[in-house]
């Protein structure tokens, strides 16, 4: 069986450390929808030693705080459910009242029509947020 997050990125390549990577999701309607990913295929977190748990925490630690000082989200969402790809990946998610499922998750059904200026406005500055984001994981 073949693995999406083995066999490519999984998205837009944002950052890459030897033991895992930061990548920006392409979720219609959440443009600040970030993965952290194991490199190596693992299914669970409990795969990895304590050390590889700390440093991936750590990390989504750091991913969580630059989204909320770069964007002041309203909340920010994590998971690691892996049911449709299990490769050990860590959603951070930017959350905002004006998004079309918030207070819902993101793959409940949308509670309003999608804002399409404020999903452009966010956009514009995922470059920035990136650049942030790359600083911030550069010594990890």
């Known amino acids: 069986m073949t693995c999406a997050l083995c066999e490519t990125d999984g998205g837009t390549l944002v950052w890459r450390g030897d033991q895992l990577r930061l990548i920006r999701a392409d979720e219609a309607g959440f443009p600040a929808f970030y993965r952290v990913v194991w490199n190596a295929h693992v299914?669970?977190?409990?795969d990895l030693?304590?050390?590889e748990r700390t440093h991936c925490m750590d990390v989504v630690a750091r991913v969580e705080q630059v989204l909320r000082t770069q964007l002041s989200p309203a909340k920010v969402n994590l998971a690691a459910l892996g049911n449709m790809v299990p490769h050990l990946h860590w959603h951070v998610i930017a959350r905002f009242a004006w998004d079309s499922h918030f207070p819902a998750p993101v793959w409940a059904p949308p509670q309003r029509a999608r804002d399409a200026a404020q999903e452009a406005a966010l956009a514009a500055r995922l470059p920035a947020l990136d650049?942030?984001?790359r600083h911030a994981l550069s010594n990890s």
Not at 43 to 46: D, H, L, M, N, R
């Open 43 to 46: 299914a669970e977190f409990s």
């Open 49 to 51: 030693s304590p050390a």
């Open 131 to 133: 650049a942030a984001l």
